[in-house]
C-alpha cells in the first residue's frame, strides 16, 4: 500500500492559466474522489469516480473545472482561466467502494498570483 | 439533509490530561461517521469510524468516540494527550444510501501545552 500520492505538491501561477493535477489512487480502490479546502475549512466535495465513470458533481464545480479518470486509475483535475478564488489546497482521496473509509493524498496547494 | 457541528474550533489541553473534542451530527437516515485528524500541510488520516456496530468505537493512537443516538453525538476522546497529537481533527458524517455524499465539520484545532 503505497498510499494516495498527488502531483504537484505546490502550484503557483498567474490568474488567467490553466492548471492540471494530478492524483494516484491506491492501486485496488475503485473509488477516487476530489476536494477543495480552504484556510480554516473542512474540505468540501468537488466531484467522485467509479472506475472510469463521473458519478457526481458539485455545484462548486464550475464549467472552469473538469475532472477525468480515462482508464479507472490516476485522475486529472483541470482547472480552466483560473481565479484568485481558486487558490485552496485540493486533496484526492480513494477508497475500496461503498461505504468503505477514504484514503486521501497530502494535496496540491494552489495558490493565484 | 445532513449536517455537522464541531462545537469549538479550537482546544488547548495540558500533555497528559484528557482529550475530549465535540461533534453533533444530523441525518435524515442511519449515519455511518468518522473522525480524520490532519496535520499541517499533509492529507487527512482517518482515526477511526462507526457503521452502526458497536457504539464505542476505538481507533488509532489511543482515541475513541462514542455513538448517541438520543444526543446525536459523536465525541472523540483520548485519556492523554500526547505532544503528537497537536492538529487539526474533522467529524465526517456519510448517508449510508448515499455514501459519497460526505460532509466535513469545519475541523477543532487540538493544542497541546508542555
Known amino acids: 500500500d503505497t498510499g494516495v500520492s498527488q502531483d504537484p505538491r505546490h502550484k503557483i501561477t498567474k490568474r488567467g492559466q490553466n492548471v492540471t493535477f494530478r492524483c494516484d489512487p491506491i492501486?485496488?480502490?475503485?473509488?477516487l474522489y476530489w476536494y477543495r479546502q480552504t484556510l480554516g475549512q473542512g474540505p468540501e466535495f468537488l466531484t467522485y469516480?467509479?472506475?472510469?465513470?463521473?458519478?457526481?458533481k458539485s455545484r462548486l464545480l464550475s464549467d472552469r473545472f473538469s475532472a477525468e479518470r480515462p482508464k479507472g486509475s490516476f485522475s486529472t483535475l483541470e482547472i480552466q482561466r483560473t481565479e484568485q478564488g481558486d487558490s485552496a489546497m485540493y486533496l484526492c482521496?480513494?477508497?475500496?467502494?461503498?461505504?468503505?473509509?477514504?484514503?486521501f493524498g497530502d494535496g496540491t496547494r494552489l495558490s493565484i498570483l | 439533509a445532513q449536517s455537522v457541528t464541531q462545537l469549538d474550533s479550537h482546544v488547548s489541553v495540558s500533555e497528559g490530561t484528557p482529550v475530549l473534542l465535540r461533534c453533533n451530527y444530523s441525518?435524515?437516515?442511519?449515519?455511518?461517521l468518522f473522525w480524520y485528524v490532519q496535520h499541517p500541510n499533509k492529507g487527512l488520516q482517518l482515526l477511526l469510524k462507526?457503521?452502526?456496530?458497536?457504539?464505542l468505537v476505538k481507533g488509532i493512537n489511543g482515541f475513541e468516540a462514542e455513538f448517541k443516538k438520543s444526543e446525536t453525538s459523536f465525541h472523540l476522546t483520548k485519556p492523554s494527550a500526547h505532544m503528537s497529537d497537536a492538529a487539526e481533527y474533522f467529524c465526517?458524517?456519510?448517508?449510508?444510501?448515499?455514501?459519497?455524499?460526505?460532509?466535513f465539520g469545519k475541523g477543532t484545532r487540538l493544542h497541546i501545552l508542555p
Open positions: 482521496a480513494s477508497s475500496l467502494g461503498q461505504n468503505q473509509p477514504q484514503h
Open positions: 492501486s485496488e480502490h475503485n473509488r
Open positions: 469516480f467509479q472506475n472510469e465513470a463521473q458519478l457526481e
Open positions: 441525518s435524515s437516515y442511519s449515519p455511518s
Open positions: 462507526y457503521t452502526s456496530a458497536a457504539t
Open positions: 465526517v458524517v456519510s448517508d449510508h444510501r448515499r455514501d459519497d455524499k460526505i460532509i
